[in-house]
C-alpha cells in the first residue's frame, strides 16, 4: 500500500481533498494483511506547516486513518506534500538539498534556510545513503535521469525533472521504504 497519495502538493490542497474527495486517501487494500474494504477510523492530527507567515498556519493539519477489521490494524496516508516521520515539508527538504548540490557549504545553506546544520546534515546522509537504492528504481521510470555515477548529477537531473515530493511518491509506489 502506497502511504503517500500523489499529487497533493500543499496543505491548502489536502484541506479540499479532504473535504470533497475523502475516498481518495482510502487505501484498497489492508497493508499489513492485504484484505479490501478498510473502514475510516477518524483521523490524527499532524503538525506540517511550518511555513505560514504572520500567524496564518494550516496546523494541525487531519491525517485520516483506516482500520482493518480482519487483523485490526490501522494504517494512514499523507498527502505527497507532507513527509512521512519529519517535521518539514519535501519542498524545504529539496531547497536545501539543491543548495548542496550546486556546491554551498552546509553552513551557508543552515544560514539561508530555517532546518539547522545537523537537520540539512541528516538529510544529505540519508539521500547519500540509499543513492543505489533510490536511484535504481527513479531511474527505471524516468530513462532520462541517465547513467551517471555521479550523486550529485543524478539528483540535479532529478530536482530538475520532477519535485523531491514526486520522486518519493514514485518510490513509495514500489514499495521503497522513506524513512
Not at 479540499?16 to 475523502?22: D, M, Q, T, V
Not at 506547516?49 to 504572520?54: F, I, L, S
Not at 543548495?99 to 540539512?120: C, D, E, F, Q, Y
Request: charged content about 20%.
Amino acid at each position: 500500500m502506497c502511504r503517500i497519495l500523489p499529487a497533493v502538493d500543499s496543505l491548502d490542497q489536502h484541506l479540499y481533498h479532504l473535504e470533497h474527495h475523502p475516498e481518495a486517501y482510502r487505501p484498497s487494500f489492508c497493508p499489513h494483511c492485504g484484505v479490501s474494504g478498510v473502514w475510516r477510523h477518524g483521523h490524527y492530527l499532524r503538525k506540517a506547516d511550518r511555513e505560514g507567515e504572520d500567524g496564518l498556519y494550516l496546523d494541525p493539519a487531519p491525517i485520516p486513518r483506516f482500520y482493518c477489521r480482519r487483523c485490526q490494524a490501522t494504517c494512514s496516508r499523507l498527502p505527497s506534500c507532507i513527509a512521512p516521520r519529519r517535521w518539514y515539508p519535501w519542498i524545504v527538504q529539496q531547497a536545501a538539498l539543491a543548495l548542496l548540490l550546486n556546491g554551498s557549504s552546509l553552513r551557508k545553506v543552515a544560514r539561508m534556510s530555517r532546518p539547522g546544520r545537523h537537520t540539512i546534515r541528516r538529510w544529505w546522509r540519508w539521500l547519500e545513503d540509499r543513492f543505489s537504492q533510490y536511484s535504481f528504481h527513479l531511474r527505471s521510470h524516468f530513462p532520462a535521469l541517465g547513467r551517471t555515477a555521479s550523486q550529485t548529477a543524478f539528483w540535479s537531473a532529478c530536482f530538475r525533472r520532477m519535485s523531491l515530493a514526486s520522486a518519493m511518491a514514485v518510490l513509495d509506489r514500489e514499495g521503497v521504504i522513506i524513512p
